[in-house]
């Protein structure tokens, strides 16, 4: 027979037996999986490869693909590095290749980068621009399009003369009597181009607005209601100059009104501002790697108290020229950061061919200033095509749509080059020729079409165009 006591010392060796067993248990398994690891580990060491499954980054790998931090190697394959706009030269360096463990190791091509600093390296390149940079653009008034047609050596401008959409005078109130689109006004063939060209610009000889108080003693005020906005899109304008003599027709109301319309429609302009620093800045475009300036400006009303209010550092209005001592100023500021310059201007002596003194003083200026091209409007007729210090002048293209009136009118076509180390290069000048009859304009065709050539080539000495408008010098 047992004792108690016995019975006892029994039970409490038990009790002591089952944790020491699972205690030697756990010290067998950890051994076990720690012997593993280090197999493993000579194993990776022995074949090159990380514990991760990549490969082995070379020493030159390391130089453009990997950062030190606090002594320890950090991969930066997970996105691109920031791009300093003062050291281009690091554009492209995140390019590299990446493994394929699934198939063995196969290294691969790492996805292209999308950005707009990678698409547009030579942009990027040449001026610094944080085209990725939503702020910096719009501070900059730089705008990032993709081209419109499939050509990408070659960046196409149209420009056009001016616009009314005010519908208590006779184009507007015709559209409207039509059906409201714009295609009763301006022919679809001519909608067309204007959608193909990468950017096309007119004047918008009005402002967009409701209310305000028209100027008094003026013969002629201008306004159009805000929606009308979308006829810019409708006919395929992607900029607009404001910088004219109907801008304030209808006081500040009227222009600010202007300015939101817009904006809100996110339709570029330039010409015009809240003060003189926003209505002298240019408009940039960056479009299959060149990056345009276009610069609006008028010299129209010709008096030092005009009805159309010039901006100032305080107050609102347009960018005016009539001292071009400004335009010159940022003419030779603009030119050096973008590949090709315009100067849209409003000037001239309406409703004469023949160009005037102001306009033969200035092209010369603004030429020397670092102008590529100078296209003119307000005289509401063609005036001749020139050049001036070797720098294209198209004095006036007239009324684009305006009025009732039958005239003769047309588009300017400018093809440029994409630069290959420097500036863009015009690789063609192109007048469209176009009438405006019947409150509509239409491509001008046969015998119109030979006439307004014929005229062209008679007021512009010296400058040869040819049967289809193409401009040489």
């Known amino acids: 027979m047992v004792s108690r006591k016995q019975t006892d010392h029994n039970n409490q060796y038990k009790n002591k037996k089952i944790p020491n067993l699972i205690v030697l248990f756990l010290i067998t398994v950890t051994g076990v999986v720690g012997a593993g690891v280090l197999v493993f580990l000579v194993y990776c060491a022995m074949t090159g490869k990380q514990p991760n499954g990549g490969i082995k980054v070379s020493d030159e790998q390391v130089t453009e693909e990997t950062a030190d931090v606090s002594g320890t190697e950090v991969s930066l394959r997970s996105g691109p590095e920031p791009i300093s706009a003062d050291d281009p030269a690091v554009l492209g360096a995140q390019t590299g290749e990446m493994t394929d463990d699934i198939s063995g190791g196969i290294v691969e091509e790492a996805e292209a980068d999308n950005s707009y600093k990678s698409r547009y390296s030579g942009v990027y390149e040449r001026f610094g621009d944080d085209l990725d940079d939503p702020e910096y653009l719009a ?26 959409f005010d519908d208590e005078y006779a184009v507007t109130a015709k559209l409207k009597e039509n059906g409201g689109e714009i295609s009763a006004g301006i022919s679809p063939d001519l909608i067309n181009m204007m959608h193909a060209s990468d950017v096309t610009m007119v004047n918008n000889e009005f402002p967009y607005t409701y209310g305000g108080t028209p100027t008094p003693d003026k013969t002629y005020t201008f306004r159009a209601d805000p929606p009308t906005v979308r006829y810019l899109g409708d006919m395929g304008v992607n900029a607009v100059g404001i910088a004219n003599n109907h801008a304030f027709d209808f006081g500040e109301t009227g222009f600010m009104d202007t300015l939101t319309t817009l904006e809100e429609a996110q339709m570029p302009y330039c010409g015009g501002g809240r003060n003189i620093k926003e209505a002298s800045a240019p408009l940039y475009f960056v479009i299959d790697d060149v990056k345009i300036g276009i610069i609006a400006t008028t010299q ?51 409703s004469t061919p023949e160009i005037d003194w102001i306009q033969q003083d200035q092209a010369p200026k603004i030429a020397e200033a670092g102008a590529d091209l100078i296209i003119g409007a307000h005289p509401h007729v063609l005036q001749p095509v020139g050049k001036s210090n070797g720098v294209p002048v198209v004095y006036s293209l007239g009324n684009f749509w305006f009025n009732s009136k039958e005239l003769d009118t047309g588009l300017v076509q400018a093809t440029l080059s994409v630069p290959s180390g420097s500036r863009a290069t015009l690789d063609s000048l192109q007048f469209i020729p176009c009438r405006q009859v019947g409150c509509k304009t239409s491509p001008a065709v046969g015998e119109e079409h030979d006439r307004i050539i014929s005229d062209m080539r008679a007021m512009s000495p010296g400058v040869s165009i040819d049967q289809e408008g193409y401009i040489t010098y």
């Not at 900059?140 to 009314?164: E, M, Q, W």
């Open 139 to 164: 501070a900059n008034k730089i705008y990032v399009l993709d081209s419109r047609d499939a050509d990408d050596a070659h960046v196409t401008l149209t420009f056009g003369g001016d616009i009314l």
């Open 300 to 350: 129209i009303e010709r008096n030092d108290y005009p009805d159309t209010r010039g901006a100032t550092d305080e107050l609102s209005g347009v960018f005016r020229c009539m001292n071009p001592s400004r335009l010159l100023s940022v003419i030779s500021e603009t030119a050096p950061k973008c590949d090709y310059l315009v100067v849209f201007i409003h000037w001239g002596t309406e």
